[in-house]
C-alpha cells in the first residue's frame, strides 16, 4: 500500500486497511481518518498515538487488554492475529524449551496478577532470553510506570506495522 493511495480511501477501507495496526482495535484508524491526507507514514503513526492518547485511561486499559500474551494460550490454540503471531515467531517464541516455556508462563502470570493486562514488549529485535529478561526486570515496577510502558510498546509494534504495511523504513528502536 501507498501512501497517495491510503490517503484516498473512504472511511471503510482505511479502517479496515489500518484497523489491526493496534491490536483489535480500529478505532484508533476511525478516529485519524478525518485528518488525511498524511504527508508520511510518521505523521500517520504520530496522529493514531495521538488519538490514543487523547482517548483516555479507560480505553488505553481496553487496548493494553486487547494484546494476548506472549507464547500464550492464544498463541498455543492458534488464536493470534497474524500480525501478533508474525511478530512472535520471529522472536522464537513458537520454539520455547520446556524450561523457557514455563518460565515465561510463570512471569505472564505474575505480570498479569499484578498488573491487570498483559505484559507487552515490541518484540522485534528480541529473542527468548532478551524477552524472559525485560520482563522479568518489569515485573516489580509500579502499576503506572507499566501502564506508560505498555503504551509505549504499543506504539513502538504500530509504527513497526505501518513501515511494513507501507513499505516505509522501520523506525529506530
Not at 74 to 88: F, M, N, V, W, Y
Not at 102 to 109: G, I, K, Q
Not at 128 to 150: D, H, K, T
Request: proline fraction near 6%; glycine fraction near 6%; charged fraction near 20%.
Amino acid at each position: 500500500m501507498d501512501l497517495a493511495r491510503l490517503n484516498a480511501l473512504d472511511e471503510a477501507s482505511f479502517v479496515q486497511t489500518l484497523g489491526t495496526v493496534f491490536e483489535h482495535s480500529p478505532w484508533v484508524a476511525e478516529r485519524v481518518w478525518p485528518q488525511r491526507p498524511f504527508a508520511d507514514v510518521a505523521t500517520l503513526h504520530a496522529a493514531m498515538c495521538a488519538a490514543l492518547a487523547q482517548a483516555g485511561p479507560a480505553a488505553q486499559l481496553t487496548l493494553i487488554r486487547a494484546h494476548p500474551q506472549l507464547a500464550g494460550k492464544a498463541a498455543i490454540a492458534g488464536a493470534l492475529s497474524a500480525d501478533s503471531a508474525r511478530e512472535q515467531r520471529g522472536a522464537g517464541l513458537d520454539q520455547c524449551s520446556p524450561a523457557e516455556y514455563l518460565r515465561l508462563t510463570e512471569l505472564n502470570a505474575g505480570y498479569e496478577a499484578r498488573f491487570g493486562f498483559p505484559y507487552i514488549l515490541a518484540v522485534r529485535g528480541y529473542d527468548r532470553q532478551g524477552i524472559l529478561a525485560n520482563l522479568a526486570a518489569r515485573l516489580p515496577n509500579a502499576r503506572q510506570l507499566e501502564m506508560a510502558e505498555a503504551l509505549r510498546q504499543i506504539e513502538r509494534i504500530a509504527a513497526l506495522r505501518l513501515a511494513d504495511m507501507m513499505g516505509a523504513p522501520a523506525p529506530p528502536a
